[in-house]
C-alpha cells in the first residue's frame, strides 16, 4: 500500500505539491489526472523515491521510500522523459535493468521486444519517439515490480499500440498483485483501466473516488413533470447536482442511490421520466462544478 501523508514539494517558489493525502490500495489501479503542470510527475517522484518531500511523508509497505533500497526494488517508474544511456541498444538496458532489479524478467523481455517488433540491437536513439516509449514500457513491465508508475505512458503510442499496452497491463494486473499509478491528463485515457481515481489540480487533490462509486452513486434524468409543484417537490427532496431545463423536459444530474431516486420520481407521477447512464466525464464535470470548477476545457 501507498500512503502520502501531508506531502508538499516546491521548487523555489513553485508549489509543486500542496499537502497532498492519498492512499493506494495494492492491487488496484490507480489513475492519476490533472493539466500540465498539476504536479503528477512530481507526485510519481515522490512515490518512488526520486524526489524527497518537503514536508510530509511518503510511505509504502509501512516504510519511508526516499533512500529505501529494499523498498525501491519494488517500485519502477516509467517515466514522462525517458532515460536511456546514449548509444544504449535495448539489449543494454536489458543488461542495466537485470542488475536494478532481481526480478527483472530477461526472458519476457526478449519475447516483447519482438512482439513489438523493436530490433534489440539496434541504437535506441535511432527510434521514433513512440518506439522509446515501447522500450520504456517493456523494461518497467519486466522489472516485475509491485509498484509500476507509468508518466503520461499512453502519450505518443498510436492507438494500436495503446490498446497492446493496456491489455498486457489488464493481464498482468490479474496475473500477479501489481499495483499501477496511471497518470494522465486525459479522463478518456484512464476511464478503462482505472479503478479509483484522483484529481490532481494545482498541486493539491481536488477529490479522490472510487469508479464504480461514482457511477453508481451519481444518476442523469430526463422528465418531464406533471406539474410546476411537482417538480418543486423533487428537486428539495433529491440531491441535485445539476439541473437544465429546456422547453418541457428537465435534465437533472443527481447523487444518491436509484431505487430512492426512482422512488421520489414515481411519486410525483411524471408524464415521462428516464435515467440515463452518466459517462466518467460527465460525473467529473458534475462533481467539479460542484467544488466551484470548471475543469471541461481543462482534463479532456
Ligand atoms: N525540477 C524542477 N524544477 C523546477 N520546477 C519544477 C521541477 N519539476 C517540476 N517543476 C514545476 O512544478 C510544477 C508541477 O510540475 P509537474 O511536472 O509535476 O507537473 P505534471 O502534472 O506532471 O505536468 P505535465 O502533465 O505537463 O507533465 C510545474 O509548475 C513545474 O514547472
Known amino acids: 500500500m501507498i500512503e502520502a501523508i501531508a506531502v508538499s514539494k516546491s521548487f523555489d517558489d513553485i508549489k509543486a505539491i500542496d499537502s497532498v493525502t492519498a492512499s493506494i490500495k495494492e492491487g488496484s489501479v490507480y489513475g492519476l489526472v490533472g493539466t500540465n503542470g498539476a504536479g503528477k510527475s512530481t507526485f510519481l517522484r515522490m512515490v518512488c523515491g ?3 518531500p518537503d514536508r510530509g511523508n511518503v510511505i509504502v509497505d509501512n516504510s519511508e521510500v526516499y533512500e529505501n533500497e529494499s523498498i525501491k526494488k519494488q517500485i519502477f517508474y516509467i517515466s514522462d522523459d525517458q532515460f536511456f ?23 519476457r523481455f526478449d519475447k516483447l521486444i519482438k512482439q513489438f517488433e523493436l530490433n534489440p540491437k539496434r541504437k ?37 499500440m495503446r490498446q497492446a499496452v493496456k491489455s498486457i497491463l489488464i493481464g498482468e494486473i490479474m496475473e500477479r498483485n501489481m499495483t499501477p499509478i496511471i497518470a494522465s491528463h486525459s479522463l478518456r485515457e484512464l476511464e478503462d ?10 498541486g493539491g487533490i481536488l ?15 430526463q422528465c418531464v413533470f406533471a406539474s410546476e409543484e411537482s417538480e418543486k417537490q423533487v428537486l428539495s427532496q433529491l440531491q441535485v447536482m445539476h439541473y437544465d431545463k429546456k422547453g418541457s423536459i428537465c435534465y437533472l444530474t443527481v447523487r444518491g442511490e ?35 470548477y470548471d475543469i471541461k476545457k481543462l482534463i479532456f
Open 193 to 202: 483501466i482505472c479503478e479509483h481515481v484522483g484529481l490532481l489540480h494545482k
Open 207 to 221: 477529490f479522490s473516488r472510487d469508479l464504480d462509486d461514482m457511477k453508481l452513486n451519481i444518476h442523469k434524468l
Open 124 to 160: 535506441i536513439n535511432t527510434f521514433s519517439k513512440g518506439m522509446k516509449k515501447q522500450v520504456s514500457i517493456i523494461c518497467g513491465l519486466c522489472a516485475t515490480t509491485k509498484y509500476l508508475l507509468c508518466d503520461e505512458t499512453f502519450d505518443g503510442l498510436d492507438p494500436v
Open 258 to 292: 436509484l431505487d430512492q431516486i426512482s422512488q421520489c420520481m414515481e411519486s410525483v407521477n411524471p408524464v415521462f421520466y428516464e435515467s440515463v447512464q452518466l459517462s466518467l466525464e460527465e460525473i467529473f464535470i458534475s462533481e467539479t462544478e460542484v467544488l466551484g
Open 50 to 52: 526520486i524526489y524527497k
Open 85 to 107: 544511456f546514449s548509444n544504449a541498444t535495448p539489449d543494454d538496458m536489458k543488461k542495466y535493468y537485470q542488475v536494478m532489479y532481481d526480478t527483472f524478467d530477461g526472458e
